[in-house]
């Protein structure tokens, strides 16, 4: 309603329209398939000899009894199917054989569809990454790019991930930005955004027998909002970008406001980028961090008691975000019976490799309460806080 409104009125904001086709991931495929010219353009100015750059789009088509003739044929598995609407990875699972997609589909024929229609899409094998960035006036003004660490299971639970992104390739960093900044001019007009990827690196030979690189970019989703979890203080610790702030400032039609200019002895590899007429800028604040996360899953199913950790873990300076959202009593659904979440933890270091070992060493201190009866919930005496709990230090 907010984006309608603004659009009516002629506010600063996101499209309404264009907010419409996203959220269906059906249209969203389209507007791939749209844009795709002007992205395969940009890459192709910036390929040489040794590397390649390509946007890929999978094969998609709406699962239903006229189009599984279609997927058998002409699809390649593994496949992904999600409905076309929601988040949270709800409903989303990977499926190797077309006699798995049959038995999904019969099996869920005949229930509600509460997120709608399912799609199925060919798997893109390669590494997960998020951009998060700043639209203004269709301009991408700031973008940075974080590794997803690899999912897990058939449903695409996230495990955490990191910032900056190190477990990828230049070019491949080269490639998602490109991406990220030919879907800003779309028509989304102003606000921040997450953008869902993945992204490989692989060797091909040409016709002469000689090896090159070949980079793939392919773009998951689009979220026209803030990122949620842990992309907010993650983007705060490592980059210094306010993401609230910014999307205030743009909202009442200020320029967005970054950081000074890093100094040039600096890791390049830390840099989140600044976009000044069409050119991305490395910058990053010198007193910026390497940051890691972890999302907390239950070892099993029950009902959330509660999580205990010494009060100390709170003093510790590298320890930045810790969420844990479940209150007393809740319902927990382990695998194979669900995916729930329990929270999240952001640690940080002056390299990644410190961000690593923080993390393991805070997550240790951490247990989790699931018992089978809620009758079972231990006295307020024995928790030293109350639950959901959330702490913020960045």
């Not at 997120?115 to 960035?133: A, K, N, P, T």
Request: hydrophobic share 40%.
């Amino acid at each position: 309603y907010q984006r309608r409104v603004r659009g009516v009125f002629g506010w600063k904001g996101l499209s309404f329209d264009l907010a419409e086709i996203i959220k269906n991931k059906a249209s969203w495929r389209k507007l791939c398939t749209e844009t795709k010219e002007n992205i395969d353009k940009e890459l192709l100015k910036m390929e040489n000899k040794e590397t390649a750059l390509r946007f890929v789009i999978p094969r998609y088509e709406l699962l239903s009894e006229e189009s599984l003739e279609h997927i058998q044929r002409t699809f390649n598995f593994p496949v992904v199917i999600k409905p076309i609407f929601g988040a949270g990875k709800i409903g989303v699972k990977k499926i190797c054989s077309f006699s798995e997609l049959m038995k999904h589909f019969e099996e869920n024929k005949l229930k509600p569809k509460p997120f709608g229609d399912f799609l199925v899409e060919e798997y893109f094998e390669g590494s997960e990454v998020d951009i998060d960035m700043l639209v203004q006036d269709n301009e991408l003004k700031f973008a940075c790019i974080s590794d997803n660490f690899p999912a897990l299971g058939d449903n695409f639970m996230e495990a955490g991930g990191q910032i900056p992104a190190t477990l990828i390739s230049g070019e491949e960093k080269e490639a998602l930005l490109c991406m990220a900044k030919e879907f800003s001019k779309c028509g989304l007009r102003s606000g921040c955004l997450h953008f869902e990827a993945r992204c490989r690196k692989r060797r091909e030979d040409n016709q002469n027998g000689q090896q090159y690189f070949v980079v793939e970019v392919m773009a998951i989703e689009l979220n026209l909002r803030i990122g949620g979890a842990e992309v907010f203080s993650f983007v705060l610790s490592a980059h210094r970008v306010n993401l609230v702030r910014e999307s205030v400032r743009i909202a009442l039609g200020f320029p967005v406001q970054l950081p000074s200019s890093t100094p040039a002895n600096f890791s390049a590899a830390r840099a989140s980028y600044k976009v000044e007429n069409g050119k991305f800028f490395e910058e990053r604040s010198s007193s910026a961090l390497f940051c890691c996360s972890t999302n907390f899953q239950a070892s099993r199913s029950g009902y959330f008691s509660c999580a205990r950790f010494p009060p100390d873990l709170l003093r510790e300076a590298n320890l930045q975000e810790l969420v844990i959202f479940c209150a007393p009593g809740l319902n927990i659904q382990a695998p194979p019976e669900g995916n729930s979440y329990l929270g999240w933890m952001v640690a940080s270091g002056s390299t990644a490799e410190e961000a690593v070992s923080n993390l393991q060493r805070f997550s240790s201190q951490i247990t989790f309460g699931i018992v089978d009866q809620w009758s079972q919930q231990p006295s307020s005496a024995d928790l030293p806080f109350k639950f959901p709990f959330s702490f913020f230090n960045c």
